[in-house]
């Protein structure tokens, strides 16, 4: 069985603060994406991976950063905390070596309060 | 820009009835399109997917079709019974680079009535 694994389930933070979401995978697993789940907004992508070290823009990017240091693992960071930013964050993991693109895994999503 | 439409955001059926849920993409590079059944408190989990090279899948109760002309796939659902209640989501895998990024539909509430 696939593990995708969010550091948190809950967390609240105050406006301004740093904030890191982690996100690690164990099936070697290329591709890695976070998304912001808001309700009548579906699944956002923020930013995704498909190599260590490698970054691209999602949708809505703005107030995020990310970094992949390891291949396994995946953080997505806020750099200065904002109430906007109150949602539910969903990390995934997929196989990229398909051409087209493969079955996504979520993890069990990190539900962020922002005071 | 890139986006997937789905509609109806909200269906709500009797247990028994078929439930259709519909969605449309902007990419016509797309190739790859699965559907994720969420339910409540729980984390998306892939129910059947669609590739570009197939006009239709059946698993079961569910199928999915897609027409590429028109850039539109849909999930059909027979028989409905009360534990698929949940939220469907549609996605399409889009080609950026020689990678591919995963966006997704805004939802379906899918609401089956004993």
């Known amino acids: 069985d696939v593990k995708v694994t969010q550091s948190s389930r809950y967390l609240v933070k105050r406006t301004g603060e740093k904030v890191f979401l982690e996100c690690v995978q164990d099936m070697d697993h290329e591709n890695m994406f976070w998304y912001r789940q808001d309700p009548g907004l579906g699944l956002r992508l923020i930013y995704f991976?498909?190599?260590?070290?490698?970054?691209e823009k999602g949708d809505i990017p703005e107030g995020y950063s990310v970094s992949r240091e390891k291949k396994e693992r995946f953080s997505l960071i806020l750099e200065s905390a904002s109430t906007n930013q109150t949602s539910m964050y969903l990390c995934?993991?997929?196989?990229?070596?398909?051409?087209?693109?493969?079955?996504?895994?979520f993890g069990q999503g990190t539900r962020l309060t922002v005071v | 820009g890139e986006n997937v439409e789905q509609h109806p955001s909200t269906l709500s059926v009797q247990e028994g009835d078929s439930a259709v849920i519909k969605c449309t993409y902007s990419d016509s590079a797309s190739n790859y399109f699965p559907w994720y059944k969420q339910e409540l408190g729980k984390r998306p989990q892939l129910i059947i997917d669609i590739r570009s090279n197939v006009g239709e899948k059946k698993d079961q109760r569910i199928a999915v079709t897609l027409n590429k002309t028109a850039k539109h796939f849909s999930l059909h659902i027979t028989e409905t019974q009360p534990e698929d209640s949940a939220v469907y989501f549609c996605a399409a895998s889009m080609p950026s680079g020689g990678y591919n990024k995963l966006i997704f539909g805004a939802g379906t509430r899918l609401a089956v009535h004993p």
């Open positions: 995934a993991s997929s196989l990229y070596r398909i051409p087209g693109g493969t079955e996504a895994f």
């Open positions: 991976s498909y190599d260590v070290k490698m970054k």
